[in-house]
């Protein structure tokens, strides 16, 4: 229906056409300007709303990135304990030993600090993982080559 009134009014000659289209002295402006108006207001919001919302995002994905960093630090570490890496480093309780990863995880350079608590009944040890401001920290028990994790804190910067 709307196909044939386009139709009709697009005749050469219509009348009905002609007078609609000479009617119209301007009534257009207002409404461009309505509708500029209104997406002024809108794009402005919106546009403000996705900017923050890319800057958290970004923010969001670093903690993410810098976290799973530790956590690797701390596996490393637990890999490294029971498979005797640090077996001359740590001989007393409250021996410490510390090192920074071979290679980088996420980018990020990984350090990692190891003490020795305690020996009864089973070797205890506490883990901290440090990558950009993300520090993770895990207390770990080790009989033999069973592993059993008592605390684990990721704390975010």
């Excluded at 995880?105 to 608590?117: A, E, K, P, Q």
């Amino acid at each position: 229906m709307f196909k044939v009134l386009i139709q009709s009014l697009c005749v050469p000659g219509n009348k009905l056409a002609s007078k609609l289209f000479r009617q119209q002295h301007g009534q257009v402006l207002p409404i461009v300007l309505a509708v500029l108006a209104l997406g002024a207001m809108v794009i402005g919001p919106f546009l403000n709303h996705a900017s923050t919302a890319l800057i958290s995002a970004n923010h969001y994905e670093q903690m993410i990135n810098e976290n799973y960093a530790c956590e690797a630090g701390v596996e490393e570490a637990i890999w490294s304990l029971v498979n005797d890496r640090f077996k001359n480093q740590m001989t007393q309780p409250r021996s410490s030993f510390s090192y920074t990863l071979d290679e980088k995880v996420n980018n990020l350079t990984v350090d990692i600090f190891v003490t020795f608590t305690s020996a009864q009944p089973n070797s205890t040890y506490q883990i901290v993982s440090k990558a950009g401001g993300t520090v993770v920290t895990s207390l770990i028990q080790i009989n033999k080559k069973d592993v059993s994790i008592l605390t684990w804190n990721s704390d975010p910067r």
